[in-house]
């Protein structure tokens, strides 16, 4: 059920006044990247207009000011994951990157010839490539775990492949093809039976459901601002304060040493020790408004709200003739994504179609292409929804995939 004053909170985002192709826009491609609102916006601005400095560094007003709304944001995010303390939060570009972190990071280290890693076959390539790089210098083994028919994780497959040779197991909490919002909770217990640590990737489920770490029992979450209202240029790996300690340095530069001679250095401490060089201070800081802006609507308001649009744009899709939706169908088993083809329409002119008429949507394979085999298809649709989605939107995408449809599917003109 929705509780949220829509029009309140769209009238806070610039862009949903604008128009595309003369059609008032309907962005339905939130799982790419979501809109910012005024508040975000200005507070971009009001660091480039008042506090723009160096932080960390320096003894003047700017800098200090700087510093301290840096470090108040890594404190937000602590708060929203429900993280210990601001110091197993680091700040990098995106998921990516984070992930990438945690593989060089703690992977080189840690892993070796026969150690297993173990992903899903519904990962983004973020979460699996960095994974591959690493398993070819390691010696270590990937292993997958298969999703059923419905899309969820194969029960008997996560329990089985977690084994005794497991060290790590890295799985997306939601998919950001399928909808499905996996069960970490229970990965983590299974994975912690066997020695194993948890990596999730939080990209699409932090900005959509609550998530805190400590139930959740992860040891590392990597996600990104831009898919939560916040800018782009902004990533957070949360990890565990000991893993951090005993991790070595990702990049090596500025900030993150203590002390450095001509051969060799010490590193600061963490989380400073993972930042090295002047780091996107503006948008941290920005990024603190979109924390705001999402703990003031409620994460639990927010799932709500997403749950009910995917469910009616599910129901009113499951209508067109010839459409296969992917994915669970229950509630509590899937988010605000829903990927689906249109029998003899490839998603890209769909895609262009929909575009024609101001919505934008997202078609391809997702940076998931072992999911799109799995599925035995090259590309998909994927309408994604966020907090100022509402539900009169979902006419404009049935009324251009009808207009799609009369248009791909006319029938061939009868010769006389
Ligand atoms: C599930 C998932 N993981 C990782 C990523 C990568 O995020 P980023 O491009 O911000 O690094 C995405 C982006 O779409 C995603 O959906």
Redesign the pocket.
């Known amino acids: 059920m929705t509780t949220f004053d829509i029009d309140r909170i769209r009238a806070d985002f610039p862009i949903l006044k604008r128009e595309v192709h003369g059609q008032p826009l309907v962005y339905f491609d939130n ?2 990247t979501t809109q910012k609102p005024r508040q975000v916006i200005d507070a971009l601005v009001h660091y480039y207009e008042h506090y723009n400095a160096n932080i960390h560094r320096g003894i003047h007003a700017l800098a200090e000011e700087a510093t301290a709304r840096y470090e108040e944001t890594r404190q937000k995010v602590a708060d929203f994951i429900g993280a210990p303390g601001p110091e197993c939060i680091v700040f990098t570009r ?4 984070s ?1 990438n972190l945690v593989a060089n990071a703690w992977g080189r280290k840690n892993l070796g010839e026969g150690d297993e890693i173990i992903l899903s076959t519904m ?2 390539h ?2 699996l490539v960095p994974w591959q790089m690493l398993a070819q210098a390691t010696g270590a083994k990937l292993r997958h775990i298969d999703i059923d028919d419905e899309g969820r994780l194969a029960g008997d497959s996560v329990e089985q492949l977690i084994g005794e040779r497991a060290k790590l197991v890295a799985i ?1 909490h ?3 093809v399928l909808g499905t919002v996996n069960p970490v909770r229970q990965i983590a217990d299974l994975a912690h039976a066997q020695g194993a640590l948890l990596l999730v ?1 939080g ?2 489920s932090v900005p959509h459901l609550p998530v805190n770490v400590q139930e959740l029992d992860c040891d590392f979450l ?1 996600f ?1 601002a ?2 939560m209202l916040g800018p782009t240029g902004v ?1 957070v790996l949360y990890a565990r304060h000991e893993l951090l300690e005993s991790m070595d340095p990702f990049l090596g530069g500025g900030e993150m040493i203590r002390r450095v001679g001509l051969e060799e250095s010490t590193w600061n401490d963490v989380p400073w020790k993972f930042e090295a060089g002047t780091p996107n201070i503006g948008d941290v800081c920005a990024f603190g408004a979109a924390l705001d802006y999402l703990q003031e609507l409620g994460m639990e308001q927010v799932r709500a709200h997403e749950v009910s649009l995917a469910q009616q744009a599910m129901r009113r899709l499951s209508e067109v003739p010839g459409i296969t939706i992917y994915g669970p169908k229950s509630d509590e088993a899937r988010g605000g994504v829903v990927s689906f083809n249109l029998e003899d329409i490839h998603p890209h002119d769909l895609g262009t179609v929909l575009d024609r008429h101001g919505v934008a949507i997202r078609a391809g394979h ?2 998931a292409q072992p999911l799109m085999a799995r599925l035995d298809v090259v590309a998909t649709a994927r309408a994604s929804f966020y907090v100022y989605n509402k539900e009169e939107e979902l006419d404009a995408l049935i009324e251009g995939i009808q207009a799609a449809v009369r248009l791909f599917r006319a029938p061939a003109p009868t010769r006389t």
């Open positions: 799982a790419a995106n998921t990516t990157e992930i990962e983004h973020s979460n997306t939601m998919s950001n990737d990209a699409q990597a990104s831009h898919k990533g997702h940076c």
